[in-house]
């Protein structure tokens, strides 16, 4: 026997109302953890960021198209070392149901600007520029619909349409890429902007975004203020910003997930703090007499203390780890239900720390009270004698 | 019985407050109870019995005077040395038993002894040995629900013995039990006292259960009145 079988002992004497302590840590963790998964995966694009990347776009929103002019005027901007454009397709396979991240662009440039993101090879790239009707499809994205290199795919959108009215382009698979970081996604495909261009009904000559590289970051504040001083009091103002700066606010259009994680896990903690360390203190008092006998039979009121503080922690640890083990299991299971929504949505190891660190803060917490209520316990008293 | 004297208390007052009042439970009390002795104290309710046993276990302080227990001034020792002394000094044995319900017999007999330095296999033998004197070797893994209040009395002397202590302090450790019970746990007392040479002192109301003393103290208005019982 040693301390810790002691803990446990005295953590299951009463297995029903350690059981429902447990479901309640365990539903918090839960909680944090899926939630956290989420704020993760949609942040996710900050962390692919560029420091030296800019995002141009108009500035009334990002939904509204630029000429595509702006390409060489914004090219030919001191401190501009590469642009490229693309435009949202809005694309879907089959089925509208079945959304699919499609994005045309202008094929030679926006391969070498985003060559940091995607692991093109030089075989792909050259079939890509050369076949107009030519689509770079995501290792992710392939595997979802089995597509394989040369297959011919019919791909919807939901916003264009051709000039013959039909909503769908078939496109050919030159290329199936992977990520060239680990915090990227491949749940994306590229088509030829041209390809594109001629073929839709309406909207010609006009792009949904630039994306340019500076010589080096120490100079976007110069190029940002030139470029929309360019474009200022005319049709098409543009907003330009640093691409980090333009996911964090694209993230911000579904809401501020930081905000709803820290609020509902806010909540959940300080609900729990209130029942299991009110179960705890309730818990403690029922084992007055017998914290005494510790006491009285040489257990120092400091282990007793540790004991207390033992019991709280293995609880918060044992039903935040089982928390944990769901979140993980459901993101595992929604992972590919939601990776065109939610791409990247997995348990990180940054998240599973952060959870072990308010396992341990939720344990002494609420811990703390019971354990120097036992601490402070004086024998005689509680024993009731004197 | 050696003449050196285990327990020595010399001028020791103790006192509660009620209210505004100032009630005095012993002024200026002096005690000697040589080592190897089995020592009853009887009394009156609020005589201060349990006071004494208290006192003598260090799990109080008089307010004024010197307790001296095994070679030990208690009165001044901090609570972390108190604790360390009890649980090389002393064994209790309560009125209600006081076992872990979640520990089987073993291992309640097995605390005190997570606070030596002995391994795993010592405690076990130690265990072993202590069931075997209150004859409960049988009963080892065996839950306190599971057993007599007896047998529950006799665990409890297990425990209070297996680190082999100095004193024993009783606190009216018949007095949930039925006489066939009560009188089995005194005999075995007085065992540990004749045969192991424990030192006893037992607070008692039960003139039967006293007479298993060598002697008995019998604690009235803060004095004592002695008679010797037993040989």
């Known amino acids: 026997m040693n301390d810790f079988l002691l803990i446990r002992k005295n953590l299951f004497r009463k297995k029903l109302r350690a059981i429902l302590m447990i479901v309640s840590i365990l539903i918090a ?44 005027r914004i090219a030919a901007v001191e401190g501009v ?83 013959n009215g039909s909503h769908t ?23 030829q ?67 709803i994680v820290t609020l509902v896990v806010g909540a959940a903690f300080v609900t729990i703090l209130m029942i299991v360390g009110n179960t705890m203190v309730m818990a403690v008092r029922e084992r007055t007499r017998e914290i005494a006998v510790l006491k009285t039979l040489g257990f120092s009121g400091g282990r007793v203390l540790r004991m207390v503080l033992g019991e709280t922690l293995l609880l918060a640890v044992i039903g935040g780890t089982l928390g944990l083990a769901l979140a993980t299991l459901f993101t595992f299971a929604m992972r590919n239900t939601l990776a065109m929504f939610v791409p990247g949505l997995q348990m990180s190891p940054g998240i599973v720390l952060t959870a072990f660190g308010f396992m341990i803060l939720l344990g002494l917490a609420t811990g703390l009270v019971p354990a120097l209520n036992a601490f402070r316990l004086r024998i005689a008293e509680a024993m009731g004698r004197g | ?52 046993l208290n006192l003598l276990g260090g799990i109080d302080r008089p307010d004024a005077g010197e307790v001296h227990v095994a070679g030990s001034r208690i009165d001044t020792l901090s609570e972390g040395q108190l604790s360390q002394w009890r649980a090389a000094n002393i064994g209790f044995v ?85 006489r066939t019970s009560a009188d089995e746990i005194l005999g075995m007392l007085k065992v540990l006292n004749r045969d192991l040479g424990k030192t006893i002192v037992m607070v008692t109301h039960d003139p039967a259960a006293a007479r298993f003393a060598r002697r008995t103290l019998h604690l009235d208005k803060g004095h004592f009145e002695e008679k010797e019982l037993a040989a």
């Not at chain 1, 993760?40 to 108009?58: C, I, K």
């Not at chain 1, 990227?184 to 088509?191: C, H, R, S, V, W």
């Open chain 1, 29 to 72: 963790f839960a909680i944090f953890g899926v939630l956290a998964a989420f704020e993760r995966a949609f942040n996710a694009g900050e962390d692919v960021s560029e420091a030296d990347r800019l995002v141009v776009v108009n500035k009334i929103n990002f939904t509204q198209p630029l000429p595509i002019a702006y390409f060489n």
């Open chain 1, 81 to 163: 070392r590469q642009v490229t454009f693309a435009n949202w397709f809005g694309g879907y396979y089959q089925d509208p149901k079945n959304f699919v991240i499609v994005m045309a662009v202008e094929p030679e440039t926006y391969l070498k600007i985003s060559s940091t993101d995607f692991a093109f090879t030089p075989e792909m790239s050259q079939a890509f520029v050369r076949n107009r009707t030519g689509a770079l499809v995501g290792r992710a994205l392939a595997e979802r619909w089995g597509w394989k290199l040369g297959d011919r795919v019919p791909i919807s959108s939901s916003i264009f349409s051709q000039k």
């Open chain 1, 169 to 191: 382009w078939d496109v050919t698979v030159v290329g199936i890429f992977d990520k060239a970081k680990p915090q990227g996604d491949t749940n994306l495909m590229f088509i």
């Open chain 1, 193 to 259: 902007y041209p390809y594109f261009d001629e073929t839709r009904s309406f909207g010609k000559d006009t792009i949904g975004w630039l994306l340019l590289k500076t010589e080096s970051p120490a100079v976007n504040d110069r190029v940002i203020k030139t470029i929309d001083a360019m474009f200022a009091n005319s049709s098409w103002e543009t907003a330009t910003d640093t691409e980090k700066a333009f996911n964090k606010a694209f993230v911000a259009q579904l809401g501020n997930v930081a905000l």
């Open chain 2, 1 to 52: 019985m050696s003449d050196m004297p285990l327990v020595r208390l010399a001028g020791v007052s103790k006192g509660f407050v009620k209210g505004r009042d100032a009630i005095a439970i012993f002024e200026r009390l002096d005690l000697a109870i040589p080592e190897g002795d089995f020592v009853a104290v009887m009394g009156p309710s609020g005589s201060g019995k349990s006071t004494l």
């Open chain 2, 94 to 178: 309560f009125q209600f038993y006081n076992l872990m319900p979640m520990l089987s017999a073993a291992q309640n007999v097995e605390l005190p002894l997570l606070l030596t330095r002995l391994g795993k296999a010592e405690r076990r033998r130690h265990v072993e040995t202590a069931l075997a004197i209150v004859n409960l070797a049988d009963r080892a893994k065996h839950y306190p629900r599971e057993m007599s209040g007896g047998q529950q009395q006799r665990v409890a002397i297990a425990r209070a013995i297996v680190s082999d202590p100095k004193l024993l302090l009783c606190d009216e450790p018949t007095g949930d039990l039925d």
